[in-house]
């Protein structure tokens, strides 16, 4: 007979109270853990859309995400004759405010050069940009639909393509334009302020400038050969993908991210406390009951089983009413969040340990009651 | 070490028992000499404080006595200390336990509170609810074997603690004012009962009570005071104490005088 099963049986309706409000708790937890995959995956996105084995960047830089970084645009094309380099593309990056539908839009303007390494290649509506200028391909969390027109500085962009889940590290959503593009965007003074500069006496500086050269390699080349060759050879910076990504995750949100793990670390001991007060909350009430089954000589492993697999359930129960809301929440947060499968399975671990160690307290009094505690009134 | 006479199912020797040390020290039993014998049906009577409970709570090997020794249906239990490490095990198979307020589990239905003793004992899921659903037959609330106890009323309650008790067939069934919670009518019905289950199982009754309406179902009255048999109660052997008139003699008392 399971008595654990019996006495939550008994008392359903608080049991299940019980559980949904440690599932609102564990779902708090799991949003936590999702936001910080999320700013993780988000970090890496953009790094990880052009998909390619090479950043070279400003000398003594480490762009063009975690420093500034600005070279000339012919570099692309001694890059592209490098030994091991299939192909290479200049690229630029820049946030950008725009005014869309009578409200602010804050988007991160990439601009790249079509056919070559650093356009999207993942579109889930419309078509790549193949005019030279005015096209856009916007990933979705802008809001822009297909046949939209976006202004952006002086000019005015129409979106022919969507891609998904393409954001920077401080999670604006991305615009893609043509190279020429964004470099307008980007270097392109307003009449007011180049006639300003024309009357300091500057010099036009060439716009013709990128923020990095992106490149693929052959199959069979080495990324830290090639990283080599362009530092030696034109005094680029160079970063493997590996090193970009490390890059990003170790120090552009690496703040962010400890600060959310540790939020997420603190909602774990809260959870922990309060399973563990509900589970001895629920032991004391049971005290009588649990002298009863002692007087009558019951075993403490049937004690313990009745504690501990109550305890086990309150935490299955929680934990996957935490998994269901957080599952039908997720899409409707402002940033990305990421659940995956071994991050559930890692926190139904914890949860389950938690669980264990919380009905200890419970067992603990539970052995402690005197049988004899059944007798009388 | 002289066999006991099987029928002496309780044999107490010089139990003591002292709670606190020094100037707080209580001296619960004292020099208790006691035999029950199967099939008798024995009251405690002792104003509160007397060691009544404390007595039931030792032969229920619930509460370990200071000294003397103990012997339950035949095998020393104690002497100086326990010598069974498995006392629940013991109590399980040699002793049931009727209550006050029936103590039945409020998450388990009638069936399952007996059921829950037998299978505790070993018994097989189906075993036990078989067992159940005899004794409840048995005691004439079978009809009432699905209801939780907090639907039960204080009789059926009161039968189906007694179900429960009985479910392993115990030699000794321990009482603690098992009719304080029922009117007098239902309190003689479940003592008439207790004293049939008894005798069909061959066990003894020991039954703490202040219920002077039910002093005639007991075969012999044993009265404590401040930890102490009165003189004469103690052996089974021993002549009768002279009752007050509030303790009249059961017929059977009358009959074996």
Redesign the interface.
């Known amino acids: 007979?399971n008595?654990a099963f019996?006495?939550v049986?008994?008392?359903l309706f608080r049991f299940v109270l019980t559980c949904l409000g440690l599932g609102l708790l564990l779902a708090v937890v799991l949003s936590m853990v999702g936001i910080y995959n999320g700013l993780v995956v988000d970090a890496l996105t953009i790094t990880r859309a052009p998909r390619v084995d090479v950043w070279l960047v400003e000398p003594g830089t480490k762009g063009p995400f975690a420093e500034a970084s600005r070279i000339p645009a012919e570099l692309r094309e001694a890059v592209a004759r490098l030994h091991g380099v299939a192909a290479a593309g200049g690229v630029t990056y820049q946030t950008a405010e725009a005014e869309f539908v009578g409200g602010s839009l804050r988007v991160y303007v990439v601009g790249f050069e079509p056919g070559r390494p650093g356009a999207p290649e993942d579109l889930v509506a419309g078509r790549p940009i193949v005019a030279s200028h005015y096209e856009l391909v916007a990933d979705r969390r802008t809001g822009l639909a297909l046949g939209d027109r976006l202004r952006l500085g002086r000019n005015r962009f129409e979106v022919v393509g969507l891609v998904e889940n393409h954001v920077n590290s401080g999670g604006d959503p991305a615009v893609y334009l043509t190279l020429r593009d964004a470099q307008t965007l980007q270097f392109d003074l307003a009449p007011p302020a180049a006639r300003v500069q024309r009357a300091r006496g500057a010099l036009p500086q060439s716009q013709d400038t990128l923020n990095a050269v992106v490149a693929r390699l052959h199959p069979d080349a080495s990324p830290e050969d090639v990283a080599r060759s362009a530092h030696g050879w034109k005094h680029l910076s160079t970063l493997t993908q590996a090193e970009q990504e490390t890059l990003l995750t170790k120090s552009v949100v690496d703040r962010a991210r400890r600060q959310i793990g540790l939020f997420m670390a603190i909602l774990l001991v809260v959870s922990a406390v309060v399973i563990a007060l509900i589970l001895y909350t629920m032991t004391m009430e049971k005290l009588?009951?649990i002298a009863?089954?002692?007087?009558?000589?019951?075993?403490d492993r049937?004690i313990i089983g009745l504690i501990v697999q109550q305890a086990l359930t309150l935490g299955g129960v929680g934990f996957g009413l935490g998994v269901l809301l957080v599952s039908v929440v997720k899409d409707h947060f402002p940033r990305r969040v990421v659940l995956e499968t071994e991050n559930a399975l890692v926190l139904a671990l914890i949860v389950a340990g938690v669980c264990i160690l919380s009905s200890g307290l419970g067992v603990r009094a539970a052995l402690a009651v005197?049988?004899?505690t059944?007798?009388?009134? | 070490m002289q066999p006991l006479a099987p029928d002496r199912v309780v044999l107490l020797e010089r139990i003591a028992k002292h709670f606190g040390e020094g100037e707080a020290r209580v001296n619960a039993l004292s020099e208790i000499d006691l035999e029950v014998r199967s099939g008798e049906v024995v009251a405690l009577l002792g104003p509160s404080g007397s060691g009544k409970?404390t007595l039931?709570?030792v032969i229920?090997c619930?509460?370990e006595p200071a000294s003397g020794r103990m012997h339950l249906d035949g095998e020393l239990v104690y002497d100086g200390r326990w010598l069974r490490g498995d006392l629940?095990?013991?109590?399980?198979?040699k002793i049931g336990?009727v209550?006050?307020?029936h103590?039945l589990?409020?998450?388990?239905d009638a069936t399952?509170n007996v059921?829950?003793?037998v299978?505790?004992?070993g018994h097989s899921?189906d075993a036990?609810r078989r067992r159940a659903i005899e004794l409840l037959d048995h005691l004439e609330v079978s009809h009432r074997r699905d209801a939780?106890p907090a639907r039960l009323s204080g009789g059926e309650a009161q039968r189906v603690a007694i179900a429960?008790a009985l479910a392993n067939g115990p030699r000794i069934i321990l009482a603690?004012?098992p009719t304080a919670a029922l009117d007098s009518k239902r309190a003689g019905i479940v003592m008439d009962l207790l004293r049939r289950l008894a005798a069909e199982q061959d066990a003894c009754i020991i039954a703490v009570t202040h219920d002077e309406k039910i002093f005639d179902r007991f075969d012999r009255i044993i009265h404590l005071r401040d930890g102490r048999l009165d003189s004469g109660a103690n052996g089974h052997d021993a002549p009768q104490p002279a009752l007050p008139s509030r303790f009249a003699p059961s017929p059977k008392d009358a009959a074996r005088a």
Do not use: C, W, Y
């Open positions: 007979m008595l019996r006495d049986r008994h008392n009588r009951s009863t089954l002692k007087l009558i000589g019951a075993p049937t005197d049988p004899s059944a007798l009388g009134g | 409970t039931l709570n229920g619930i509460v629940r095990r013991l109590r399980l198979e336990f209550f006050q307020f103590n589990l409020p998450f388990l399952e059921a829950v003793a299978e505790l004992a899921p036990a939780l429960r603690d004012e």
